[in-house]
């Protein structure tokens, strides 16, 4: 079945920098489109960043254009999340999913499957 782990979070000062990793496994992994979502409490899942199987498009909520970096090595089956410029409003859970839709679509259309979610926490 469908596993993705996430890993990579922790505890950063404002200013500083984080990698989240999602190691895929259980799926065509080079097939799919994968994304980033995070949660804070009392809210909502929010998108955060997407990308399509082959790399060549990418979506970005606009609260972390420009900060954060999606990439992904096929060959390792892992998505990662570059945080660069940390704000104490990026202190969430951060999920990885993955769907069979675009990239592009990711921020509209809830992804099939969830990996369990790793915290980041910034602090001001």
């Known amino acids: 079945q469908v596993k993705l782990v996430e890993s990579g979070g922790g505890l950063v000062q404002a200013g500083g920098s984080l990698t989240l990793s999602c190691a895929a496994s259980?799926?065509?992994?080079?097939?799919?489109?994968m994304g980033w979502f995070r949660q804070s409490p009392g809210t909502e899942r929010d998108f955060v960043a997407a990308?399509?199987?082959?790399?060549?498009?990418?979506d970005y909520a606009d609260s972390v254009k420009g900060r954060f970096t999606i990439y992904r090595d096929n060959a390792k089956n892992t998505v990662y999340l570059r945080m660069n410029s940390l704000l104490p409003d990026d202190t969430a859970v951060y999920y990885c999913?993955?769907?069979?839709?675009?990239?592009?679509?990711?921020?509209?259309?809830?992804?099939?499957?969830w990996g369990q979610g790793t915290q980041v926490t910034v602090s001001s």
């Open positions: 999913a993955e769907s069979d839709i675009t990239a592009q679509l990711m921020r509209f259309i809830s992804p099939l499957n």
């Open positions: 259980g799926f065509t992994f080079s097939s799919s489109a």
């Open positions: 990308i399509a199987w082959s790399s060549d498009d990418t």
